[in-house]
């Protein structure tokens, strides 16, 4: 697993080398890959992006505090897209962490979130805005194993986040830049990596491609086995334009100010 630079401020393109060790790390991890082994692999990834993270913001502060906090959860409502790993990771983090009833609980949720927002992208999203079924008093409840683009996810003003639901015109959220930087390089990474094995690097709704996911005992397994197909699950952007950039959604390009 590569190490976070020690200076990445300085260098432009310290996205583009932590993206590439987290591909290369990620590609190796696929070859005999079980459940066990990609909860230890994300897990380094999750630690390391962190990492990164707190050496970049300590280096090249925000210009204004990020008004991100336990109880706010205005960014769960939105649109979020994952990649297969992600998915497969969530997913058997959930089964192996829930009680038999917890999970049928959430599965229940996860259902009834699909059957609301399939076949909906990003301005559709928005405008009708639909809690997460993992979200439980204004919370994650699965906070641990969250997507790389709920950790990217951040704010300066929580009242604009807040405006965005349901909005027909730009408001601007500005963001702290390096942040946002940082994983959507991951998940550019486990995009690339899902296709150097011969997979497809679809970027999937997180709602159907968690659906699709739990349906499975061992989703790991199944989808190694080429017995669980997320194609059901492609983001609409993707579907209409597969060379479209990565955790690059429409709300992001409208919405998005950089505070850095």
Request: glycine share 6%; proline share 7%.
């Amino acid at each position: 697993m590569p190490k976070a630079p020690s200076k990445p401020v300085q260098n432009p393109d310290f996205v583009a080398t932590l993206e590439a060790g987290i591909r290369r790390a990620l590609s190796a991890a696929m070859a005999g890959l079980t459940g066990k082994k990609l909860a230890d692999t994300m897990g380094l990834v999750f630690e390391l992006g962190g990492s990164t993270q707190e050496k970049i913001t300590a280096k090249d502060p925000p210009k204004y505090a990020i008004a991100c906090k336990d109880g706010c959860a205005h960014c769960c409502r939105l649109y979020v897209q994952v990649t297969p790993l992600e998915a497969l990771h969530l997913a058997r983090w959930l089964i192996t962490h829930r009680t038999p009833e917890e999970l049928a609980a959430v599965k229940a949720r996860v259902a009834a979130a699909d059957d609301a927002t399939r076949g909906k992208g990003t301005d559709a999203r928005t405008l009708v805005p639909r809690p997460c079924p993992l979200l439980v008093n204004e919370r994650c409840s699965a906070y641990e194993a969250r997507p790389f683009a709920c950790r990217g996810a951040n704010s300066a003003n929580a009242e604009a986040c807040e405006s965005v639901l349901g909005a027909t015109e730009r408001v601007l959220t500005p963001s702290y830049r390096h942040q946002r930087e940082i994983w959507s390089g991951m998940v550019r990474a486990s995009a690339a990596a899902v296709r150097d094995v011969g997979k497809r690097p679809d970027l999937l709704e997180l709602n159907a491609a968690l659906r699709i996911a739990l349906s499975f005992t061992d989703p790991v397994a199944a989808w190694m086995a080429g017995l669980l197909d997320f194609t059901p699950a492609q983001c609409v952007e993707e579907a209409r334009a597969m060379a479209k950039p990565m955790f690059t959604t429409g709300y992001e390009k409208k919405n998005l100010g950089d505070i850095r």
